[in-house]
């Protein structure tokens, strides 16, 4: 029994012995530091014999360890002759690949690759025509910049500057430096693939261009890292890789898109001066010190969705074309847009961002980054709205927190229309369901899950497998959740409706002083108009009561100043002036007409017809508040002896139909002008009614206005 028990034990330490080292994984095996010291009889043969990479010869120095530190000096010197050497006589681009190696010591770049006149038309024969027009590309901006630098500092000729060209590939893919790493001043006419790159020590790549792709992602930079006026011809990513040491991006350039997604950044980075020609991701990066992207300049969208900032970041004069999206991000201390410009249709997107008021800030300029915060709905994001406002009644910055209100009101607005008009997620048939953008496959996913489950939201279609983002963005404001099913919650939702819309063209939902202003003195005219028209048009038969001519241009020039006044306040400070004035017009013109046509279809055959129906109180004349004066006066004789009739015959009678309506509208006049108690037609009375009555409200609406715009009120009201 002896011999099988010891055959099976030594299968088995055969078995894990290959397991465990024979047959590696290959993971493994590509993880393991490289075994082999470069040599010169190695780097010899390495040099006689390049490899194809994607049809590219490139020098093979992957999986060794390459000492370049001071006491090898003999061995770094011929290292960097023996290469240079090589790159230079190569008729044909040549790479290099220090894949898996690790390279110790200080790593020169410059004492590598091919050196060229940086400013000038000078250029090495063995370029191409090609090449030849990389290298021109930014070679004239260049040398102006020095021109002028050299101009201001230094008087004498200087030599020309010399810049360091490698026409091949560079791949340094897990390649681990463990000295300084400098690759500034330096042209890649290739591609550089840096995937999973290891840099110990300080690095430098400052004044370098990437004529192609330049791939950084994954990896370490565990001490500073300077990237200042560096030049990305094609796209640049830096996906998952971490900055451990302080980042400087100062003064370049992406010409093509930048991906830093799911970068993490430990110390201070300095993103600071940087023009971003395309789209910049930087979503669900971690920003663990302070963050500056100052004066940069975003010509497209720019995206921090889900990123997280811990301490503060700075946008400080940047410039935004298009949209930068924060949608999940979270701002853990503070953000900064103090004096960011914002393209006409730049936005920012903070849909579901994480922000406490009591911890962080969001600070810009007072009146303009209220309006550029936007979210796509409010279902999901009304707290953070909540929190929006308070931030900025904590800064006194009421016209931003109005902003916020205003748009949470707009949202709000739409919110109804989806309830009113929108198809029910949980109740539409399977032929409303694809009427409204949804495939028959996506139609049927929806059936089943709400069968198991009804949606609360309308973005909880995003969980279903069939359905993708886009369909959403298609479909989502067509989609109501929670519709009334009975006609009276149907009657109440759209008087909400109406309401919300009424105090947001007309008041901007009690934001605007001036718009309401608008609206009043649109109104103030109008009314008046009427009353005058109604007043000094009696008849023409068979004694005719009609104004005088200059009376009627006075009264037409009156009315004119006052409505190109609104109108000049509601176009310079309304969202959408159009929808004020048809809502406005349905309030002012409909009722009030008909009242004054049926009150010349029954004509006027009554008693006083020779004076007029409006008198003032003659007792009394100063500036006063009238909020509970009642637009006739009491029955009561005695009363009558106080009033007494407007008069006709005066130049300035015209301004009294103008007083009167500000006094019915406004309760704010100085002489008290009301109708008379005795033979007035009962249209007239109630043409003064219905004012009076849109008056009340209006003054409301004002006092409510003034109580969101004045500073000083305005926080004695929120922070009593």
Do not use: C
Request: proline share 4%; charged share 20%; hydrophobic share 45%.
């Amino acid at each position: 029994m002896a011999k099988p028990v010891s055959l099976i034990a030594i299968l088995l330490a055969l078995g894990l012995w290959l397991a465990s080292g024979w047959i590696a994984p290959p993971a493994l095996a590509a993880a393991a530091p490289p075994a082999r010291i470069l040599t010169l009889e190695l780097l010899q043969s390495r040099l006689k014999t390049p490899t194809q990479s994607e049809g590219i010869r490139t020098l093979d120095l992957r999986q060794l360890v390459i000492d370049l530190r001071p006491e090898n000096t003999a061995f770094r010197d011929q290292f960097y002759r023996l290469v240079q050497s090589q790159i230079q006589r190569s008729p044909v681009p040549l790479g290099i690949d220090l894949s898996y190696s690790v390279v110790q010591g200080e790593f020169k770049f410059s004492d590598l690759g091919l050196k060229t006149a940086l400013y000038g038309q000078s250029a090495l024969p063995m370029f191409s025509e090609t090449e030849q027009m990389q290298l021109a590309r930014d070679r004239r901006r260049l040398s102006q910049l020095s021109q002028l630098s050299r101009s201001l500092l230094v008087q004498t000729q200087s030599e020309p500057l010399q810049i360091t060209v490698l026409r091949g590939t560079l791949t340094l893919v897990q390649t681990r430096f463990e000295g300084f790493v400098n690759f500034s001043n330096t042209f890649f006419l290739g591609r550089v693939e840096a995937t999973g790159a290891v840099f110990t020590q300080a690095s430098d790549w400052s004044e370098t261009r990437f004529s192609r792709q330049a791939s950084f992602d994954s990896a370490l930079f565990q001490r500073d890292l300077r990237f200042r006026s560096t030049l990305f011809f094609d796209r640049a990513r830096f996906n998952q890789a971490q900055f451990q040491g302080a980042t400087n991006f100062q003064g370049s350039e992406f010409q093509a898109s930048a991906t830093f997604n799911q970068a993490m950044f430990q110390q201070f980075a300095n993103l600071t001066r940087i023009q971003w020609r395309e789209i910049a991701d930087f979503s669900q990066t971690r920003w663990q010190e302070v963050a500056q992207f100052d004066r940069d300049k975003f010509a497209e969208q720019v995206f921090f969705s889900e990123a997280v900032f811990d301490k503060p970041v700075s946008f400080r004069q940047a410039r935004f074309n298009k949209s930068a999206n924060f949608r999940g991000a979270a701002i853990l201390n503070q953000a900064d847009f103090a004096d960011a410009s914002f393209a006409s249709r730049a936005y920012l997107n903070v849909s579901n961002l994480q922000f406490d008021p009591r911890q962080a800030r969001i600070l810009g300029n007072p009146g303009q980054i209220g309006r550029v915060l936007s979210v796509p709905a409010l279902q999901g994001n009304e707290t953070l709205l909540r929190n929006f406002v308070q931030n900025f009644r904590l800064l006194q910055a009421v016209i931003d927190a109005n902003d916020v209100q205003y748009t949470t009101e707009k949202l709000r607005l739409r919110q109804y229309q989806q309830r009113l008009l929108g198809t029910g997620l949980n109740s539409a048939s399977p032929t409303q369901l694809s009427r409204t953008g949804f495939s028959a496959a996506q139609v049927e996913a929806i059936l089943k899950a709400r069968i198991e489950q009804p949606f609360r939201n309308v973005s909880d279609i995003l969980q279903l497998e069939k359905i993708d983002f886009a369909t959403y963005v298609k479909v989502r404001d067509r989609l109501a959740v929670g519709r009334s099913a009975s006609p009276f919650g149907w009657l109440l939702d759209g008087t909400r409706w109406l309401t919300l819309t009424l105090l947001l063209v007309l008041t901007r939902y009690g934001t605007s002083f001036w718009l309401v202003l608008g609206v009043g003195l649109i109104a103030i005219a109008h009314f008046g108009v009427l009353f005058w028209v109604a007043d000094r048009f009696r008849r023409l038969h068979p004694q005719a009561i009609l104004p005088t001519l200059p009376e009627t241009l006075w009264m037409g020039g009156g009315f004119g100043f006052l409505t190109l006044a609104g109108l000049a306040a509601i176009f310079r400070v309304g969202d959408t002036p159009w929808a004020t004035l048809a809502y406005l017009a349905l309030i002012l013109v409909p009722l009030p007409l008909t009242m004054l046509l049926a009150l010349y279809w029954q004509g006027r055959y009554h008693d006083l017809m020779q004076v007029s129906y409006f008198v003032e109180d003659g007792s009394i004349r100063q500036l006063r508040f009238m909020i509970g004066r009642l637009p006739n006066i009491p029955g009561f004789p005695d009363f009558r002896a106080r009033y007494s009739s407007i008069l006709w015959d005066k130049r300035w009678s015209w301004l009294n139909y103008f007083d009167f309506s500000v006094n019915n509208q406004m309760r704010f006049g100085f002489n008290d002008i009301r109708l008379r108690d005795e033979a007035l037609p009962g249209l007239i009375s109630a043409l003064a009614w219905y004012q009076w009555t849109f008056g009340i409200i209006y003054f409301g609406l004002l006092l409510w206005t003034l109580s969101r715009t004045i500073p000083g009120l305005n926080l004695l009201i929120y922070f009593k």
